[in-house]
């Protein structure tokens, strides 16, 4: 479509490798999901969750994929393996069997890949009700209010990734973005919006660059970014218009805030 419009675009969170491959117009600011699957394996690694229990919505592109990418890393590392790996569609709302059959495998971890937040918090909700007290994680779509809303306490432990956190800034630039959208909503913006506003950052300063609103100008601008720095770190796109850029991970509380755990850089 932008390609045919001959239009250039910028997505803030579309993580399918795909995206920008299919189009010269297209590019992006997010981390891709080959590279989000292998570092939720790798922190899988790094904690030593050797059992790991899955369980994915198998009709949604991005919940597989990450799953993928996810058995592909964890491949490579001796001692760890998936205990059993369950399907579910999008409408489903009862998750005992699936969940049962997991933790009788005795998991370390319940990895739960989901196109949307509300699957996972009833996964997460369900889990907990079978008495399964261990971590549970998931990739960026669990960075949702969904998930307390609908789990309550039971979120605590939860792990997501994400692209940003408030309490790890990147760059000098986050405090003047957070004391602006705090004062005119009153709460701290999602990672999501966060991204959202860097690629109007980014599209700006690739149109800023070219000094002209030509298409083609401004495509190569864009294509071009290197080390501009917004709210959530310094961008910089490859030869693929993706961004490179680190996962960060974060734990939900009983309370529903989150607060950092780590960051594995590309």
């Given amino acids: 479509m932008f390609a045919e419009a001959q239009i250039p675009a910028l997505t803030a969170t579309s993580t399918n490798p795909t995206s920008t491959l299919m189009s010269d117009w297209y590019a992006r600011i997010c981390f891709i999901d080959p590279f989000q699957g292998t570092m939720l394996a790798r922190f899988a690694v790094e904690n030593e969750y050797k059992s790991i229990a899955i369980i994915q919505e198998i009709e949604s592109e991005y919940a597989v994929g990450l799953v993928n990418y996810f058995e592909r890393e964890l491949a490579n590392h001796e001692g760890y393996a998936v205990s059993s790996k369950g399907n579910f569609v999008n409408t489903d709302q009862d998750f005992t069997t699936l969940l ?29 009700e079978l008495g399964y007290t261990g971590p549970i994680f998931g990739g960026d779509a669990l960075d949702a209010p969904e998930l307390y809303e609908i789990a309550g306490e039971k979120v605590d432990g939860v792990i997501f990734t994400t692209f940003y956190d408030a309490a790890q800034p990147a760059t000098e630039l986050p405090s003047q973005f957070l004391e602006a959208y705090g004062a005119k909503y009153g709460k701290t913006p999602a990672a999501p919006t966060i991204m959202a506003f860097d690629s109007y950052l980014t599209l700006r ?30 961008i910089t796109l490859n030869d693929t218009h993706d961004a490179v850029r680190p996962v960060v991970f974060k734990k939900v509380n009983g309370d529903g805030t989150s607060e950092f755990l780590s960051i594995i850089e590309p």
């Fill in 205 to 234: 300063n690739a149109i800023e660059t070219a000094g002209s609103t030509d298409p083609e100008a401004v495509r190569e601008a864009l294509f071009a970014t290197s080390g501009f720095v917004g709210v959530a770190g310094v």
């Fill in 100 to 128: 049962t059959d997991a933790l009788s495998k005795n998991p370390d971890v319940i990895f739960t890949s989901v196109g949307y937040a509300p699957s996972a918090a009833l996964i997460i909700k369900q889990a907990r």
